[in-house]
């Protein structure tokens, strides 16, 4: 879930047939109103489209060779400290 910030008034334009769906929704009590199931829906589109974004970034940095590279001197640059040791601090 985001992080819990202020809150906003924002006007949306929306169809008639999914704010219909969304009320008849929150008089099932499937959510807890119109308003929690527009928020709801917009966090698991921010998620979704951040988690896009990320797979994105990953991709391109695994075909770029300096970035590689670095990645794994940095991992070399912590082998020993990472290696597990039997005695105890």
């Avoid at 202020?6 to 109103?33: F, G």
Wanted: glycine residues 2%.
């Amino acid at each position: 879930m985001l992080r819990q910030a202020a809150n906003v008034k924002y006007t949306a334009v929306l169809p008639q047939d999914c704010l219909n769906e969304l009320r008849s929704m929150a008089e099932r009590k499937v959510i807890s109103s119109v308003n929690q199931g527009i928020r709801a829906a917009v966090e698991d589109y921010v998620k979704a489209h951040k988690l896009q974004e990320y797979q994105r970034e990953i991709y391109e940095a695994a075909s770029d060779e300096t970035f590689i590279r670095r990645t794994i001197d940095t991992q070399s640059a912590f082998e020993f400290v990472d290696a597990e040791d039997d005695t105890q601090w």
